[in-house]
Structures are given as C-alpha cells and as structure tokens.
C-alpha cells in the first residue's frame, strides 16, 4: 500500500476545459458570425437592388400604357421625385391617398398592404426603391411642350434610383452628374 504524505505536489487534475480552449472557441464563433454577418449584408443589398430595378420596369411599362392613352405625352412634375408618377398611375390627382377619379394603371399603388412600395414624402405620395428613397422622374418636356435640359434619356423620361447610399438627398439634384453621390445610382 502506498501513502502519499500531504506535503508532496501532487495536482489534482479537473475534468472540464481551459482558458485558452474557451478563448479559442469564442474566437472562432466570432468570426463565423462575423462572415455570416458580411454575407448577409450583402445579400440584402443584392436583394434590393433586385427589388429596385424590379420595380423601374415596372414604372417604366406603367408609364408606356399612360402615355399611349395621353397621345405619347408622359406626366410631368414640378420635382424630381416620384409623386407625380405616384398620381398618374394610382388615379388619385391629390396623391393623398385618396380614391381614384382618374383611370387608374397600377392598382397595387392604392393598395395599403404594401407599405414598402408607397410612401410618403413632403406630404405626397410617392413610389418607393427597394431602399425605402423616393425614384426620382424627369420627363423629357416641361409644361410647355419644351425640352427639358437635363434629360439623360431622349425622348420621354428619365427615370432612376439613387441607390443604397441615398444621395444625392436633394430631390432637385440631377441625376447627370458624374461624381461620388451619383456612382451608384441605377437607372432605367
């Protein structure tokens, strides 16, 4: 038999994990969280990108049909948002939200289940990109039958997003210009 006297080092061994194996788990679950993150960030904004030119062909069709029954002229607004679309082809002139009194060419712009195409902006109504920003429109002639200056598209309109950073935020800004706030813009 064999005794051991209480003043020898003997270390009594826990069963259970150390320090640095937890630390190194941790680490590795941050990371994978962090490229889960990364990813889904990403994928989101594809998805939104997706969704925004999704909806400019639609507008764009939208706008055909209302032009072909207005002899080929397309609406025109005082700025650069969507609101005048927004009221052309929902049929509601006040762009209050109000019922249609006027031909209407997209009905699920009246329908209010669909908060994340319709909103409001300046107290109007407008159609909104897959990033929650009013489109922005410009037809080709003012008023007047005159050409408008910055039309980026000849003919009938220009229409566009101005993408996931949101700028230029200036509704009146054109969309023709080349720098920074525009690069990412999408158009039609």
Known sequence: ??????????????????????????????????????????????????????????????????????????PVGQDATSAIVYKALSGDFTGQGQNPTEPVYWPELNDDRNPALVGVLQGNRVILDGFGQSFRYRAALDQNGNPVQNVRNDGDFDLWSIGPDGEPSDINTSGNLDNEQTQDDIWQ
Request: aromatic share 6%; glycine share 6%.
């Open 1 to 74: 038999m064999k005794y051991i006297s209480s003043n020898s080092p003997v270390r009594r061994v826990r069963p259970g994990f150390s320090l640095i194996e937890l630390l190194v788990v941790v680490a590795i679950i941050v990371i994978l969280a962090g490229i889960t993150i990364g990813v889904m960030v990403r994928v989101n904004k594809k998805r939104d990108i997706d969704q925004t030119r999704t909806t400019l062909q639609m507008i764009r069709l939208k706008l055909e049909d209302y032009a072909a029954e207005h002899n080929g002229i397309y």
